[in-house]
């Protein structure tokens, strides 16, 4: 069963910073590109980031670009989201999400999914 | 960057009932369009890929339609299980840009 599991998620205080893992189970994690989305309370899904199977092509949505960096480890078959500068509008539930492709950044769609996890920046 | 626009906002129906919802690009996509569901506490599901096709395991209930900049999402008979906010989401460009979600309740 593919599975993809996220953690690393908590309280974090403005300015600070956070690092999310996506660990992936069921499935060749080399083989496919990686996203992470997120959902701030109330509003609807934003896309954070994309990495290719490999990691060799990155892409950021302007509101983390500078900010936040996506890396993946292959061998672990993890995925990761370092975020820096973190401000209130980062308050979201993350979700990681498979890419369906691994190369090719367009077309691409996304799944699975990841249960997703909580962050909360608050003094 | 590519705007994804969804009416209606929100929307209420029956048991039973077929519904559309709309997605608008700001700019031409082709058919790189795909639907997703979600329901509060769950991971999204996608429904359809590349404006019309199917999502293995999905229901045929589920149907995608469109090119260019306007694109249908249609859902035959809704059953209590369908209730949920949907969206579209755009990758013609590599920026992925998603549409604000369409809030399906039950009426």
């Known amino acids: 069963e593919v599975q993809l599991v996220e953690s690393g998620g908590g309280l974090v205080q403005p300015g600070g910073s956070l690092r999310l893992s996506c660990a992936a189970s069921?499935?060749?994690?080399?083989?496919?590109?990686m996203n992470w989305v997120r959902q701030a309370p109330g509003k609807g899904l934003e896309w954070l980031s994309y990495i290719s199977g490999k990691g060799s092509t990155v892409n950021y949505a302007d509101s983390v670009k500078g900010r936040f960096t996506i890396s993946r480890d292959n061998g672990k078959k993890e995925l990761y989201l370092q975020m820096n500068s973190l401000g209130d509008d980062d308050s979201a539930i993350y979700y990681c999400?498979?890419?369906?492709?691994?190369?090719?950044?367009?077309?691409?769609?996304?799944?699975?999914w990841g249960q997703g996890t909580l962050v909360i920046v608050s003094s | 960057d590519i705007q994804m626009t969804q009416s209606p906002f929100s929307l209420s129906a029956s048991v039973g009932d077929s519904v559309n919802i709309t997605c608008r690009a700001s700019q031409s996509i082709s058919t790189y369009l795909n639907w997703y569901q979600h329901k509060p506490g769950k991971a999204p599901k996608l429904l359809i890929y590349a404006a019309s096709s199917l999502q293995s395991g999905v229901p045929s209930k589920f149907s995608g339609s469109g090119s260019g900049t306007d694109f249908t999402l249609t859902i035959n008979s809704l059953q209590p299980e369908d209730f949920a906010t949907y969206y579209c989401q755009q990758s013609f460009s590599p920026l992925y840009t998603f549409g604000q979600g369409t809030k399906l309740d039950i009426k």
């Open positions: 069921g499935f060749l994690f080399s083989t496919h590109s």
């Open positions: 999400a498979r890419g369906w492709f691994g190369e090719s950044a367009t077309p691409n769609w996304f799944g699975p």
